[in-house]
């Protein structure tokens, strides 16, 4: 359904099941890796993405205060997290409100934990940030994205693994 309005609310897990309370998650960019082209015959330079090859990608997770969550994930080993996020959508033709489901399913290894501001009457806002070894995006059942480098994956929103003749090709 077209029309995605803004998010409704959202949860973190861990294993699927381990829900790791109230918090803010900044998402990891995207970056492609790049070459770049000047020469003979190229009036300047040209930014070219290398097929499948990204920048090391970064989450922060903020928690709104002091948490077991937080030190649970702090602990130095790979956590796999999922955030179901609920996106509220209008149909366009029929202007009725509705949701659809969106979930991230990221392997994250921690690489800092803030340990926040401590103030009289407010919260502590406990923060960490971690390297995102690889994420998965979905829309309702379907994977649009995929990142796992050391598997050697990049899937785009067609499903099709972006690697996977040059995994071939490599014997990987």
Do not use: C, W
Not at 98 to 104: L, P
């Amino acid at each position: 359904m077209d029309g995605n309005e803004g998010i409704i609310n959202y949860t973190i897990h861990e294993d699927g099941s381990r829900f790791l309370g109230i918090a803010n998650v900044t998402m990891p960019n995207k970056t492609n890796k790049t070459f770049t082209l000047n020469g003979a015959a190229v009036a300047g330079d040209i930014d070219l993405p290398v097929i499948g090859q990204h920048d090391a990608m970064k989450m922060t997770i903020n928690f709104r205060d002091v948490s077991e969550s937080a030190y649970i994930l702090a602990e130095e080993r790979v956590h796999v997290i999922d955030i179901r996020v609920a996106h509220e959508n209008v149909d366009p033709t029929t202007s009725v409100l509705g949701f659809s489901k969106h979930k991230y399913v990221a392997k994250i290894i921690p690489l800092s934990l803030n340990g926040g501001t401590l103030a009289p009457a407010s919260p502590q806002a406990v923060s960490g940030e971690y390297s995102v070894l690889s994420l998965e995006e979905y829309i309702g059942e379907e994977l649009v994205s995929a990142v796992d480098p050391m598997n050697f994956r990049d899937v785009d929103h067609t499903g099709t693994n972006r690697l996977a003749e040059v995994g071939n090709f490599l014997g990987l």
